[in-house]
């Protein structure tokens, strides 16, 4: 049973959240900070979940996961018409990324299952990006780790332009991507069977909700959360595969990714945390993931990871090591190759070509 309940605890997590939002004023960042300081502390003390349980009524872990879509347009509710603040936009985007943006990457992978696509792409709407159910599935999880890939960060890029340079070129990914899709199915791009069409007029509905309920106001306020939320997940692109080279001809393996298994996270975001299992076989569901120990690991649980890398000079210190490190263990010698390559662009201070070959 501990390893059902234990998953609730992203709800019990965004129901706090909701619960501060309404409170308002200081309520608002005492929560934010709380959230923070339960995450980063979580995990520096809660050690890290090596469990492989056997579920078997796989049914309530994904009722879990439906039960996203009510309680982040209860949070946005609140928001939007309660006191607007700083500390109110920070929290609501959070919880549009933690909430809505986790769930959906979860459901909008199963493909086959058109009650979790729905319920994925409205939970995306909410940070106006429900491009990612085209441009993740079909396009990250092929290209992740090459030059093809937008998510991925290169060595030596600054995190506040992967924002923006991943966003641009992820939703022209996806369009070329349901371009391809539709022209194969002899249907027109500027149709209404386009899904990037579709998920965008989403997203505008939502925001006419905000306008409905909140005005002029809420609906401005309502766009800057779902911005934030939209940025967080950038940050977590970043973070997740920063540096990391493939050979394009290789299969992607759990060495191609950042891995953590610390505890809290893992069970307050429904496995993400176990990256590297999950983007070597992207079908699987998420209580099934193994931890693999033994890939590459980040600095520490989510929460941590993206506060270090909003601070560019201590997100290279302590990331560049972990990248050469990379290179030593897990790359293949035509990775190496790249990650020479790599290097040289970046200015990252390296092993020179030879030096790989004896490694």
Known sequence: MLHYLKFFLFHAIGLASLAALYAGGTATTIGLLAVLGIYILGDAIGGDDLSTPKYRHPRILTFQLWLALPLLA??????????????????????IGMVGTITAHELTHRTWDPVSMLIGRWLLAFSFDTIFSVEHVYGHHRYVS??????????????????????????????????????????????????????HAMSVLLVAAAWAVGGWAGAGYF??????????????????????????ATPVQPRHSWNTNRRFSSWTMFNLTRHSHHHAQGEVPYQDLKPFTDAPMMISGYLTTIAVALVPPLWHRLMTPKVLAWDRTHATPAERQLAAQANARSGMKAFNTGDMHGI
């Open 74 to 95: 209860t949070i946005v509710y609140v928001a939007v018409t309660s006191t607007h603040s700083v500390a109110g936009v920070m929290l609501t985007g959070l919880m």
């Open 146 to 199: 090459t030059l093809d890939d937008p998510a991925t960060a290169p060595r030596g890029r600054n995190v506040y332009f992967h924002i923006v340079a991943s966003t641009i070129k992820g939703n022209i990914s996806a369009w070329e991507i349901e371009k391809k899709r539709l022209k194969r199915e002899r249907r027109s791009a500027l149709s209404p069977h386009n899904a990037v069409l579709r998920g």
């Open 223 to 248: 766009v800057l959360c779902a911005l934030t939320g939209k940025a967080l997940l950038e940050v977590v692109n970043y973070m997740e595969h920063y540096g990391i080279v493939r050979d394009p």
